[in-house]
């Protein structure tokens, strides 16, 4: 679990990281309006991406965590008092 949350995490921050590289809107004459709404919906929908993604890696690393204390806590109940 953890190495697919941390496979998660580097995909959402290289995701996020080429949104800085965003071209502006094209100069394609009578369309530039529809060009420009078409990267505009483009990179909202990355930008989802890289939330949805992270947000994943974070619920992953927690499940993890989650997954360890449950998994400490039945090791002790079989082991007994000591």
Same mark, same amino acid.
């Given at each position: 679990m953890r190495n697919l949350a941390g496979t998660l995490h580097r995909a959402?921050?290289?995701l996020d990281s080429i /949104?800085?590289?965003v071209p502006g809107a094209? *100069?394609?004459g009578e369309v530039s309006p529809a060009m420009a709404d078409v990267l505009s919906h483009l990179t909202r /929908?990355? /930008?989802e991406l890289v939330v949805g993604t992270a947000v994943a890696g974070y619920e992953?690393?927690?499940g993890a965590d989650? %997954? *360890?204390a449950s998994e400490g806590?039945?090791? &002790?109940s %079989? &082991?007994?008092?000591?």
């Open positions: 959402s921050a290289t /949104g800085a590289s094209p *100069d394609a /929908g990355a /930008g992953l690393s927690k989650d %997954f *360890d806590a039945v090791e &002790r %079989f &082991r007994g008092p000591r």
